[in-house]
């Protein structure tokens, strides 16, 4: 596993410098819905109640999502925020992880974590035709549908970049897509007091916090982020979650 995450890293360090300049949400000016929207129009009853019991229109809420996964950092991860008490989103690569860990998957969702799709292969989805689009979003939803029960209802465009095609076709898989507000460019380093840094100086109500647990120093670096926000008053919950009592919408874009 060591080197599917070196792999993906030069790709992923060349997209960062691209994206520098433009908002920490992706590359390009794309209409985003903020989650106080999303909780201004609630969903029915029944569907918002799945999301527990946390209401962000009250709490100081933020999100943890972790890209790339699962990988051999991924149980300790776990480990972590079983131990702490935090739910995450992790949005899951197939080739590659999806394949060699399908128990992670599996753990993740038994322990109540949101699992969804960041492609099968990490191709761009707006370099591609919309028929790869449609494979490289389907695949991974079959296989964590078939792993764990539950088909996805998110997806994180690889690079953040997506464009009308993209929101087309997940409208017809019926995904929504979520951005970020928070990034430690966990990417470009192994210093774990350097990424918990980042994402403190970011952090804010409503957030939604992107890490990778493919790089070793992601994971070392989430004990003291949950411990330090949490002194901060923030309660951490899924991107469902964030949104609720409204719902993530497809075709929809979330940030």
């Known amino acids: 596993m060591k080197n599917t995450g070196a792999g993906l890293r030069p790709a992923v360090v060349s997209a960062a410098a691209a994206c520098l300049a433009l908002a920490l949400a992706g590359c390009g ?21 799945r999301f527990g019991a946390v209401d962000c229109r ?23 925020l079983k131990e702490k008490q935090v739910p995450a989103t992790f949005f899951l690569l197939g080739q590659r992880h999806i394949e ?9 969702a038994a322990e109540g974590h949101e699992v969804a799709s960041h492609t099968w292969d990490h191709k761009i989805l707006t ?4 028929k790869e689009i449609r494979e490289e979003l389907q695949r991974p939803n079959d296989e964590i549908e078939r ?7 998110l997806m994180r465009p690889p690079q953040g970049r ?18 970020w507000t928070v990034t430690a460019k966990d990417y470009t380093t192994t210093d774990s007091a350097l990424i918990q840094r980042r994402v403190l100086d970011q952090a ?17 670096a989430v004990p ?14 899924t991107v469902p979650q964030l949104l609720a009592p409204g719902k993530a919408e497809p075709g929809e874009v979330y940030r």
């Not at 982020?225 to 901060?232: G, M, N, S």
């Open 147 to 153: 792993l764990t029960g539950r088909r996805p209802t």
């Open 224 to 237: 003291g982020i949950i411990d330090a926000l949490k002194e901060r008053g923030y309660v951490f919950v």
């Open 58 to 80: 009250e709490a100081k809420c933020i999100a943890l999502t972790f890209d790339a996964g699962p990988s051999e950092n991924s149980a300790r991860l776990l480990d972590i």
């Open 204 to 220: 804010d109500r409503d957030g939604i916090i992107l890490l990778h647990d493919i790089y070793d120093g992601t994971v070392p």
């Open 100 to 108: 060699k860990y399908p128990e992670l998957v599996r753990r993740m």
């Open 29 to 49: 000016g794309v209409d985003t819905t903020h989650p106080s929207a999303a909780r201004d129009r609630p969903a029915a009853t029944a569907q918002a109640a």
């Open 162 to 179: 997506t464009d009308e095609t993209v929101h087309e076709i997940c409208r017809e898989l019926g995904l929504s897509e979520v951005l």
């Open 127 to 130: 370099q591609i035709t919309p």
